[in-house]
């Protein structure tokens, strides 16, 4: 057959695909490599292509060829050319074992000799590692010790997702890589980045930075959506998606990159990958913590049967693993504060779509003509693909602006239209861009890998800040029985969710079957008698509400009084749930006129997720409009040390409260209590003796960090009225203990809170005291 001219004057590539006949190297990675072949033929590179697996040579070799034969032509190629350069393709690939040291010593013994033998040059090696996880490490180690280049030559290493379950599974397989390879030799891949539309999101918003940069923020844009529906199910998959779920396999990944590039800063060179990186770090730094009450979940009808079967359980197993999310997220900079999310992804929904949309406030009133293209919706659309469009393309509403062109060689301006209707809006409504040629993901990142371009690529530093913010989430939800959903269309409006405050829930209930139905209605809020105080009893969310409706009356009655009301509030879990529902009620609440101060504090910077202060701000704080001088955290930090005595810091938190709480006397405290009886930062071992005027005080804790500032008894016991929060079976014991106590018991602290004028409460759900 007639031969491709060969030019070898840039040296020799060599393609190795471990796990080279499995199912992800069939549908997509051969077909990546043959394009990349096809593109570079002659111009400068010779290449040679190995497949690698388990199997013997005998068997591997039939399989790979079986998929080699199948490769579809490039559309730039014309049908003799193709046949050409697939026959000299196929010709210049072979099957390997790849299963011990000694194979992987083989190969690189037989990449150097025909090297040696054709007297060229090397330039490099690829390895794309299309293998479960748990076999990075020993791969990439084999790799190291056996198959790097010589020094003049690159080493690249492909590594598919999942990186890692959380973030300390992460951050264990980051270490253990990092240890075989440079961080510039790996490549992790997130097949999103090398969709067409996603690799345009910041061209596209250079391009248009004038136009743009105006209504980039909270002043204009109401919310974003970020969205990946799909009608298949996980069933083939359970046994790897049964471990991870949708947040793990598509929000975590997928949906944060589309985020990220859509909000991060501009770079000022877009093929500055240092400069991207790192404005991606800024963002990700930025975002607001999430957890239980931003997210929803949901599960197919028939999952659950599906995991019985792939993986052998029993007919009582049941599967919390979500196949459907919603999760709203917020933005903690000046830009894009207030402005809400929402990310969702699913299986089993109702169509095939994948996009993300911008829209924008509409300030235009429309008396009459409600049609015209200024009454309509202001949007950016950036489509990923399927649905009703059926291509990938750039949407922006005529009513905003003419975008220019986001690249004038490989994408066009379309200006014909379908009478289809995308999120609201006819396609005439729209100026639409799309690119010229459809290429598939993974033959652009694979032209990404042999060019060397990293800003295509997740980064170890970019992966565990995706981690770090995600996990205490995928924490929260691991007890979460998510909400079932018959699939498809039938699904109806199961699924859809809304935004209350800062909180996220399913817009209609669901209907289940609940097991002694009624059983929680009979006990509505109780009120009654606990070691000779009042106590008010109910299911842990009516306790809350209760709570909250009691802190409200005491606000106002104080400033009714005098004008501000000072409430102090403990860390630790007991006051989270009170804290959200404070923070619903943005408008109801007195804000302007109360003081918020600290309970007790551990001794770490207030920045630190361990800090109570932090908690405070992030659950209430940011999201109420309070005046900044009424805020007192606790002095832990000062002269650039923690809690050191000789900084003063409980004496310049004693003043202070001195200074603006009248006779020292907090209008309410809200304390909770440790398993071990402790309360605030008073424990049993703490020595309060010589402290007996004292209102603040440093302690020590058993547990770490030992380190607290802490009020005394002596203004807990002078507040005009004290809450004392118990939640949860795991109280329930303690609750049981206390109530046979009598007065005092230096073995639980909590019994010396006995305020000497004012009132105790005890708010105790009915998990903790029925157990």
């Not at 549908?27 to 690698?52: C, E, I, N, R």
């Not at 109401?222 to 298949?232: A, C, D, F, H, Y």
């Not at 197919?300 to 052998?312: K, R, S």
């Not at 489509?383 to 393309?393: E, I, M, R, S």
Request: proline share 4%; glycine share 6%.
């Amino acid at each position: 057959s007639e031969c491709i001219p060969v030019n070898s004057s840039l040296g020799h590539v060599t393609v190795v695909i471990v796990g080279g006949t499995g199912d992800l190297a069939r549908k997509y990675l051969w077909q990546g490599f043959f394009q990349l072949y096809a593109d570079q033929v002659g111009k400068g590179h010779t290449f040679s292509f190995y497949g690698g697996a388990l199997s013997t040579t005998e068997k591997g070799t039939p399989l790979l060829f079986d998929i080699l034969k199948e490769l579809a032509c490039p559309a730039e190629l014309s049908v003799e050319r193709c046949a050409l350069v697939k026959d000299q393709f196929l010709h210049l690939s072979k099957y390997h074992q790849l299963k011990t040291t000694e194979d992987y010593e083989n190969l690189s013994q037989q990449i150097k000799q025909q090297l040696g033998q054709e007297g060229i040059i090397e330039a490099g090696r690829l390895f794309y590692l299309s293998v479960p996880a748990f076999a990075y490490a020993d791969i990439a180690e084999k790799i190291n010790n056996t198959c790097r280049p010589p020094s003049e030559a690159w080493l690249r290493v492909v590594l598919e997702k999942p990186f890692g379950h959380n973030l300390y599974s992460a951050q264990a397989l980051d270490k253990k890589l990092s240890g075989q390879l440079k961080e510039e030799e790996m490549y992790r891949i997130d097949h999103y980045l090398g969709k067409q539309v996603v690799s345009k999101i910041l061209p596209f918003r250079k391009e248009n930075k004038k136009l743009l940069d105006p209504i980039w923020n909270k002043h204009h844009i109401e919310r974003i959506e970020i969205v990946l529906k799909e009608t298949l199910d996980a069933k083939g998959r359970i046994q790897f998606y049964d471990q991870y779920g949708v947040i793990r396999d598509v929000l975590q990944n997928h949906l944060t990159e589309v985020m990220t590039l859509m909000l991060m800063n501009l770079p000022a060179n877009l093929s500055n990958s240092e400069e991207i990186l790192q404005n991606k770090l800024n963002f990700l730094a930025s975002l607001q913590h999430v957890d239980n009450s931003n997210a929803v979940v949901g599960q197919y009808q028939a999952y659950n049967g599906e995991v019985q079967e792939e993986l052998n359980k029993t007919k009582d197993y049941f599967s919390l693993t979500p196949t459907f999310a919603g999760v709203v997220i917020h933005v903690d900079n000046a830009q894009y504060e207030g402005i809400p999310i929402f990310m969702t992804s699913g299986k089993a929904l109702d169509e095939r779509v994948s996009y993300a949309r911008v829209l924008f406030k509409s300030n235009v009133f429309c008396v009459q003509d409600p049609n015209n293209v200024q009454c309509k919706s202001k949007q950016i659309i950036f489509y990923l693909g399927h649905g009703t469009l059926q291509y990938p393309a750039i949407l922006l509403s005529k009513n905003l602006f003419k975008p220019e062109l986001v690249s004038s060689g490989d994408w066009k301006e379309v200006t014909e239209y379908k009478d289809v209707n995308v999120l609201g809006l006819q396609l005439s409504d729209y100026y639409i861009q799309s690119p010229v040629t459809p290429r598939e993901a993974y033959c652009e990142l694979i032209s990404h890998v042999f060019f060397g371009r990293k800003d295509s690529f997740i980064s170890a530093e970019g992966l565990l800040a995706s981690w770090e913010f995600w996990t205490p989430l995928l924490e929260g939800l691991s007890r979460v029985f998510p909400r079932v959903y018959p699939g498809g269309v039938d699904n109806g409006n199961l699924l859809n969710f809304q935004l209350k405050g800062h909180q996220v829930a399913f817009s209609h209930e669901a209907l289940v079957n609940v097991i002694n139905p009624g059983a929680e209605d009979n006990f509505q809020v109780m009120q009654g008698k606990y070691r000779s105080s009042e106590m008010v009893s109910a299911w842990a969310q009516e306790l809350v509400e209760r709570l909250a409706s009691d802190l409200l009356l005491a606000a106002e009655e104080a400033i009714r009084e005098e004008g501000q009301f000072h409430l102090a509030l403990s860390g630790g879990s007991s006051p989270v749930a009170l804290l959200r529902a404070l923070a619903l009620n943005l408008y109801t609440f007195p804000w302007r006129n109360t003081h918020i101060w600290q309970v007790d504090e551990r001794c770490v910077p207030h920045t630190e997720s361990g800090s109570n202060f932090r908690s405070i701000h992030d659950l209430l704080l940011q999201h109420i409009r309070i005046p900044y001088f009424n805020i007192h955290p606790m002095p832990v930090h000062l002269t650039q040390r923690l809690c050191v005595e000789e900084d003063g810091g409980p004496t310049l938190y004693e003043k202070e409260i001195k200074k603006h709480v009248n006779g020292s006397s907090f209008h309410y405290i809200l304390l909770g209590v440790g398993q071990d009886g402790h309360t605030a930062s008073l424990f049993q071992d703490t020595k309060l003796e010589n402290d007996e005027e004292n209102l603040v005080i440093l302690t020590e804790s058993p547990n770490k960090p030992h380190q607290r500032m802490s009020l005394t008894f002596t203004a807990i016991n002078r507040a005009r009225r004290v809450g004392v929060l118990i939640m949860g079976k795991s109280k329930h014991e303690l609750v049981s203990q206390l109530s046979r106590i009598k007065g005092e018991s230096s073995k639980y602290p909590i019994t010396k809170v006995q305020p000497k004028s004012g009132t105790l409460i005890w708010y105790i759900d009915y998990d903790a005291l029925l157990g």
